[in-house]
């Protein structure tokens, strides 16, 4: 014959039970919270990434426009006045500094002539011109075996040091290059002073 339960083993078994429920509740909390924490995670860190590349500053865009004055021509030789228009945008929120600013002049790889350009702040959202008069210079004539006249082609180079902050980063400093996309084309012939400037 079975014997009868006891109060004491009859409790046991109760609580046995209650503390099992228990852990099955716990179990389905933290497990819920594991999911809920992963899948906050999973879809946070691509939109944090992204906000984070949106906030970083945008390289500035620089146009060029350009006049060359004729001072004096001969057969190998020319003297001139070049003068140039730079047009630069800030495409960023952000106050953009800029400093140590130098422009420049090449015939080729020869630099003709440089000089040095105020620093300035460009408040963000805005399109600033200023104006460039290089010093008088001379360049070497190159004959153009197609026309019999002659031919030189004028780079435009500008450097400076641009000073910027953001909303995720402290405030940097960048060395910044621009380069006219297409060289001043200048064409005459051997007897003739008229130029023609090519686009910028």
Known sequence: MSQPTTPTTAATATATKL??????VYDC????????????????VPVITRGVIFLQPETPQFNVSSSLTILNVSSTAIAANFNVTFSTKNPNRKTMSYEKIVALLLDGNESLSAITIPPF???????????VAFPT????????????????????KLHA????????????????RATCGDDVKVDFASNVTTLVLGSQ
């Open 19 to 24: 503390y099992s429920k228990k852990a099955q």
């Open 29 to 44: 909390i933290v497990f819920f919270l594991f999911i809920t924490v992963s899948s906050i995670l999973i879809v946070s």
């Open 121 to 131: 702040h460009q408040p963000g959202k805005t399109l600033k011109t200023f104006q």
């Open 137 to 156: 210079f001379f360049f070497q004539v190159k004959d153009s075996s197609s026309s019999g006249g002659a031919a030189v082609s004028l780079t435009t």
């Open 161 to 176: 040091r641009a000073k910027y902050g953001g909303w995720t980063w402290p405030v940097e400093k960048d060395l910044i």
